[in-house]
């Protein structure tokens, strides 16, 4: 019954969210900040990541006290990275979190074509996160509540974001089922006084430890309610001497696919990275390809407390 209840919950809420959400798309929202995300080219919501606490915050009764640190670098020079920290009190686990997105300098101009200075552009996102699961229940929950600052040149915008989250584990045959809705919120001060949305989505996902092979999957399935899906596979493969091999592809190299370069059209998309554990410490180096649109590359640094 307690199953049953969370689902129509989810389904119910994702119903209504679908009318309140009719805009465009920030695009911080929809940006990774940790290599974690982008090796595995943000499929894993139902595995526990440094993102965790925005794509499906249930996972963080998983998570360890912790810090984390990254910068990733994306084409035309532009950054974005994250700071965050995780620890337990009773029976949950809390996170705090600012990530970072720098769009770059540009050149000002008025409307004569007069220089008037360079000016910078980026978005600024806080969040604070909970996520519990009762001893022996095999139900945990999750939610993520968020600050986003954004500034193009003179223009801002203010708005409060929301993800939850819920995960059912079967125990019988190793393996998670997520549904998480991400992105849902409210826009208090807007860039100008056109309508501009947020990337409200719902998503299923399921991950499972291969019985026979020290790897484990991600399918992860979205519903953008603005009208488009994704769709996105990735995995975990455990290694010797401490080190994680991580990878991962997405639907979206079908809409990049120029049939100019079959690698660019193969390989679009895609993921690959490196997690390297030592005691306390542990490092994280990833790639993912654009095809058509270059690299985005990271490092990432975890320390336990």
Request: cysteine-free; glycine content about 14%.
């Amino acid at each position: 019954m307690k199953l049953r209840f969370i689902f129509y919950l989810f389904f119910y809420v994702g119903f209504v969210v679908q009318f309140l959400a009719a805009q465009r798309s920030y695009p911080g929202l929809n940006t990774w900040y940790h290599p974690q995300g982008i090796a595995m080219a943000g499929a894993g919501y139902s595995m526990l990541s440094v993102e965790s606490d925005v794509k499906n915050p249930a996972l963080l009764n998983e998570r360890k006290e912790s810090l984390h640190f990254s910068l990733l670098l994306y084409p035309a020079k532009i950054e974005a990275g994250i700071i965050s920290v995780s620890f337990r009190s009773g029976k949950r686990v809390y996170s705090l979190g600012l990530r970072h997105l720098n769009y770059g300098f540009f050149d000002g101009y008025d409307e004569d074509g007069n220089q008037t200075g360079s000016y910078t552009s980026g978005d600024e996102w806080l969040t604070v996160s909970v996520g519990g699961r009762k001893r022996g229940n095999r139900i945990a929950w999750g939610g993520t509540l968020g600050g986003f600052f954004s500034q193009l040149e003179s223009y801002q915008s203010v708005l409060m974001t929301i993800t939850v989250g819920a995960l059912l584990y079967i125990d019988e045959i190793d393996a998670k089922l997520g549904l998480s809705i991400e992105n849902y919120g409210f826009v208090f001060k807007r860039y100008t006084h056109a309508i501009e949305s947020l990337p409200t989505t719902v998503i299923g996902s399921f991950a499972k430890n291969l019985a026979h092979l020290p790897l484990e999957v991600s399918v992860d399935i979205g519903y953008v309610l603005t009208g488009s899906a994704w769709f996105r596979l990735g995995g975990i493969f455990q290694l010797p001497y401490g080190i994680q091999l991580r990878g991962g592809m997405s639907s979206d190299k079908y809409y990049q696919k120029t049939g100019n370069s079959l690698s660019a059209d193969y390989f679009g998309s895609s993921g690959l990275g490196l997690s390297y554990g030592y005691r306390r410490y542990s490092f994280d180096i990833s790639g993912y390809y654009f095809g058509i649109g270059g690299w985005i590359s990271g490092i990432g640094l975890s320390i336990k407390l």
